[in-house]
């Protein structure tokens, strides 16, 4: 069955850097396009960057400039490199696919707090 793991969440001080990664199991990754998404505390969970399985990427524009969506098929892992982390950027971040239905990592904190 499909199954996501996300991992690489914590507490960072403004302006610092986060490596967040999914790993996917249960399907043909390359096959897929993969996501992260985000959910702050009383908001509703929000796109934050997409990457095709052809390796075109696209991002909220909240974070276009600082976060890095790339994938390696050789690992069926995808990573979100975030830079310049504000404290709006606080809120757990999930990996998302979409084979027949949605699917769900448990999701990795990431607080940005001084």
């Known amino acids: 069955q499909v199954q996501l793991v996300e991992s690489g969440g914590g507490l960072v001080q403004p302006g610092g850097s986060l490596r967040l990664s999914c790993a996917a199991s249960g399907f043909t990754f390359s096959n897929y396009d993969m996501s992260w998404y985000r959910q702050a505390p009383g908001n509703q969970r929000e796109l934050v960057a997409r990457?095709?399985?052809?390796?075109?990427?696209n991002y909220a524009d909240s974070v276009k400039g600082r976060f890095t969506i790339s994938r390696d098929n050789a690992k069926n892992t995808v990573y979100l490199q975030m830079n310049s982390l504000k404290p709006e950027d606080t809120a757990v971040y999930y990996c998302n696919v979409f084979r027949f239905r949605y699917y769900w990592g448990q999701g990795t904190q990431v607080t940005i707090s001084s």
């Open positions: 990457i095709t399985n052809a390796d075109h990427t």
